[in-house]
């Protein structure tokens, strides 16, 4: 399920060294982190009012806007969503060790 963000993450590696005319990433990249934190700051607000609104489709929109705003973000501070990953991974490591026990189903 995760193999899309590694790939979307590659290709963002790869906007570093585009033509910012030529590539939304490269640009927001030209601009700066300042820029890109707004973006991120913008589509966190509108997944908000999407979430508000309650229509499925416009949610699953607005939160994929803003999950990929966030990756350009990790990108540019050369972070990789593996990291991300990692970090909910060792916190479901813990939890999900405790869920498994309250179902009886820990080894
Ligand atoms: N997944 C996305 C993606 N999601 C959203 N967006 C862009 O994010 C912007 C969303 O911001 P807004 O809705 O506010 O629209 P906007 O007014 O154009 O944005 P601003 O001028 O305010 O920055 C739009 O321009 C979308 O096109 C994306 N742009 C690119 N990608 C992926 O990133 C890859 C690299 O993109 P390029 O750099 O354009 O080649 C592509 O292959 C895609 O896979």
Do not use: N
């Amino acid at each position: 399920m995760s193999d899309i963000l590694a790939q979307l993450a590659e290709v963002l590696e790869a906007r570093k060294a585009e033509d910012p005319a030529k590539s939304y990433v490269a640009g927001l990249y030209a601009k700066g982190l300042d820029r890109i934190l707004k973006k991120v700051g913008e589509e966190a607000t509108e997944t908000v009012l999407a979430a508000k609104d309650g229509d499925a489709a416009h949610v699953v929109y607005e939160t994929a806007d803003l999950w990929f705003h966030t990756l350009v973000m990790l990108a540019y501070l050369d972070l990789r969503p593996e990291q991300v990953l990692e970090e909910l991974a060792r916190r479901f490591g813990v939890s999900g060790l405790d869920e498994k026990a309250a179902r009886g189903q820990a080894e």
